[in-house]
């Protein structure tokens, strides 16, 4: 496993060690005593969830303002573009994002830790999409941001108008969301 940082200290890539031949390929996904070692984040993870999503279908920018939940993400198949936003009102980096890759073929991961907000789009046919989180859903204290909102500035890559759910339609502008002190 070899941590990869990113414009957002607290958000690291993690990629794994793949040992491939000509009948497929086997890695860890996860471990956590080396994961503690490599990013100094001890961590319980307390539920994985997969979903499946077509081309265009962006989910987020979501988050939990009460419960955070810090997120291991990864894709099983397609590929998707993976976004953290830094919503951490006393952060340096508050308001900022990075997007990082992830894909099948790739079999990268992104850290996404408690105070930031997530979302991703597919940019294959579809995606499958894995994650664990560090604290348990609580539909009560999920929030979302506005995907396209100007004072964030996603460039989401893709042609067209994403496919949203009711729920991300409604999200809000970063300026008027409840966030993190």
């Known amino acids: 496993m070899q941590i990869i940082p990113t414009d957002l200290p607290e958000v690291v890539i993690v990629e794994p060690k793949v040992f491939g031949d000509d009948r497929g390929f086997f890695f860890e996904s996860f471990n956590a ?9 001890a961590t319980d993870f307390v539920q994985d969830n997969h979903s499946r999503s077509a081309r265009n279908v962006l989910r987020g920018l979501h988050y939990q303002i009460q419960h955070p939940q810090g997120k291991l993400v990864r894709v099983t ?10 919503i951490r009102k006393s952060s340096p980096t508050f308001g900022r994002w990075i997007g990082v890759v992830l894909s099948a073929e790739n079999k990268r ?7 930031f907000a997530h979302g991703f789009v597919v940019r294959s046919d579809y995606a499958e999409f894995l994650y664990k989180t560090t604290d348990y859903w609580m539909p009560e204290h999920e929030r979302s941001i506005l995907w396209n909102d100007p004072a964030i500035g996603v460039n989401w890559g893709i042609t067209g108008d994403p496919v949203l759910s009711a729920k991300d339609v409604q999200g809000k502008l970063l300026a008027d969301a409840e966030v993190f002190a």
């Open 33 to 41: 005593r080396r994961f503690h070692e490599l990013t100094g984040i």
């Open 77 to 86: 198949a397609g590929e998707v573009l993976d976004v953290a936003v830094d």
């Open 109 to 115: 991961q992104l850290w996404v830790p408690p105070g």
